[in-house]
């Protein structure tokens, strides 16, 4: 069965409206998932299972989450995140848009990188 984006993007915004008690208007592709609506780590595990069951997919931990990439000292020096790192990054999640990251790769901003849409076009890519 295939989906349309606005029908992807849909059974998205159902998931994260459950799964943060957030109103349905906050939640636009644009949106953070940290910063805008407010997502902690705890709440990703939760994140996560609603998609997962919506769905029918699984969905590894690494691959929304490259804990692995940014606590490295191979990929991160002083902070920030290297040119290696990046590529790195971009290999493990090509459905996100780093292009605001790259301009500023410190490492703790990366938890508020990821938006509603980036999180659709993950979505798109399990189905």
């Avoid at 906050?26 to 780590?41: H, I, M, N, Q, R």
């Avoid at 069951?53 to 000292?73: A, M, N, W």
């Avoid at 590529?87 to 901003?109: G, Y």
Wanted: charged share 30%; net charge negative.
């Amino acid at each position: 069965m295939t989906m349309t984006k606005e029908e992807i993007f849909e059974q998205v915004r159902e998931s994260l409206v459950d799964a943060l008690g957030v109103d349905e208007d906050e939640v636009t592709a644009d949106a953070t998932l940290v910063g805008d609506l407010g997502a902690e780590s705890i709440d990703f595990l939760d994140i996560v299972f609603k998609l997962e069951k919506s769905f029918g997919i699984s969905i590894p931990r690494e691959e929304l989450s490259p804990e692995d990439i940014l606590t490295s000292s191979q990929y991160v020096q002083n902070g920030l995140v290297t040119p290696g790192g990046m590529s790195e990054l971009k290999k493990r999640m090509p459905w996100a848009d780093l292009s605001k990251f790259e301009q500023n790769p410190r490492v703790q901003d990366f938890g508020n990188l990821l938006t509603v849409g980036d999180m659709c076009n993950y979505v798109a890519t399990k189905i």
